[in-house]
């Protein structure tokens, strides 16, 4: 066994290896391929899946490291600029769950001044409501 590991340790010498483009590329690869299985059911996008995995095994066993570590590059400067937007779907997501988990004894509801989304009581009617962040007062009516 340390035979074959030290075998693939040469066999791995001098080639670029696993970076963060391959990694987004294996979790790309994973989406598509479940996607595929569950509703696409398409040759074409399998074929896809498979030229991902061809990149990725191409990209790994490459020894144009140079090109490699360009791509890789390009791939981290774009990753960075949509980390915002993915933490806001995130956030997006994790309130619909907390706005489900407390449907029965809050509310959440959008102050007009800051935008701050903010977690009431659930009590029907006219309430006025003081903004924890911008502390502004507003009114508000919950009906159901
Ligand atoms: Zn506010």
Same mark, same amino acid.
């Given at each position: 066994m340390r035979n074959f590991?030290?075998?693939v340790a040469q066999f791995m010498y001098g080639r670029y290896g696993m970076d963060k483009l391959n990694i987004g590329l294996?979790?790309?690869w994973l989406v598509v391929n479940i996607l595929n299985t569950v509703f696409f059911r398409n040759w074409i996008?399998?074929?896809v899946t498979y030229l991902i995995v061809a990149l990725i095994i191409f990209r790994c066993l490459s /020894?144009?490291?140079e090109q490699r570590?360009?791509?890789n590059d390009i791939f981290m400067f774009w990753y960075y600029k949509a980390k915002p937007l993915c933490i806001k779907i995130k956030d997006w997501f994790k309130l619909q769950g907390r706005k489900f988990a407390d449907r029965k004894t809050h509310r959440y509801i959008k102050c007009p001044y800051?935008?701050?989304t903010i977690r009431v009581p659930f009590? /029907?009617?006219k309430h006025t409501v003081k903004c924890p962040r911008c502390s502004e007062d507003f009114k508000t009516n919950i009906r159901f």
């Open positions: 590991f030290t075998k294996f979790i790309l996008v399998q074929l /020894k144009n490291i570590k360009r791509e800051c935008k701050a009590s /029907k009617g």
